[in-house]
Nanobody, 122 residues
Framework: QVDLVESGGGLVQPGGSLGLSCAAS????????MGWYRQAPGKQRELVAS???????NYADSLKGRFTISRDNARNTVYLQMNSLKHEDTAVYLC????????????????WGQGTQVTVSS
């Protein structure tokens, strides 16, 4: 059994900062890419940022400079630091892991966490 558990969401004022974390649990051997997506009410899910096992990052163009993704391979954990938050950043933020291998088990192409709510409001 493999799970992704997000934490760190909540309510923040415009201009504030918030950090999210997502830990993959299970007998994990390696994870190729970990990333964050978000989905606002009535909108499609969109990529926020992703990071490969080697540390290569990819960001949504509109978020470059405000959001920073990082990961700890030893802990199978990915982080998202969000600064200068705006009302339009309000969404459910979902963690994703691609190419996840477990010891003596299957390879998972893509696994999703359940999401954590981020609300930017004064």
């Amino acid at each position: 059994q493999v799970d992704l558990v997000e934490s760190g969401g909540g309510l923040v004022q415009p201009g504030g900062s918030l950090g999210l974390s997502c830990a993959a649990s299970g007998r994990i051997f390696s994870i190729n890419t970990m990333g964050w997506y978000r989905q606002a009410p009535g909108k499609q899910r969109e990529l926020v940022a992703s990071i490969t096992r080697g540390g290569a990052t990819n960001y949504a163009d509109s978020l470059k400079g405000r959001f920073t993704i990082s990961r700890d391979n030893a802990r199978n954990t990915v982080y998202l630091q969000m600064n200068s938050l705006k009302h339009e950043d309000t969404a459910v933020y979902l963690c994703n892991a691609e190419g996840l291998r477990v010891y003596s088990g299957p390879r998972y192409d893509s696994i999703w966490g359940q999401g954590t709510q981020v609300t930017v409001s004064s």
